[in-house]
């Protein structure tokens, strides 16, 4: 289970700051991130960061100004993202892939206001 808090209204230039909890049968390795969708386009990739390695991956329209971190330890991942833009407008959903499984958490809604 994938429990996400944050999201909400947020004025463009402003930053951002979404958390996801997972609980259930955890095993590593494991990924764990955010991806988004808007209203008629296709779920994206946001950041996800692996357990292990720590490698992280963001998509192109947040590098430079987006973090991903997680604590490993209470199967927490955070994001911020800053300056953010009406284009990020969109429902964001938390991710997690283990034992080749992905897992999907209900979805926050994002609005950024000009």
């Known amino acids: 289970q994938l429990q996400a808090s944050g999201g909400g209204l947020v004025q463009a230039g402003g930053s951002l700051r979404l958390s996801c909890a997972a609980s259930?049968?955890?095993?590593?390795?494991?990924?764990m991130g955010w991806y988004r969708q808007a209203p008629g386009k296709e779920r994206e990739l946001v950041a996800t960061?692996?357990?292990?390695?720590?490698?992280?991956n963001y998509g192109d329209f947040v590098k430079g100004r987006s973090t991903i971190s997680r604590d490993n330890a209470q199967n927490t991942v955070d994001l911020r993202i800053d300056n953010l833009k009406p284009e990020d407008s969109a429902v964001y959903y938390c991710y997690r892939w283990q034992k080749n499984r992905n897992y999907w958490g209900q979805g926050t809604q994002v609005t950024v206001s000009s």
């Open positions: 259930g049968n955890i095993f590593v390795p494991n990924t």
């Open positions: 960061m692996a357990s292990y390695s720590g490698t992280t």
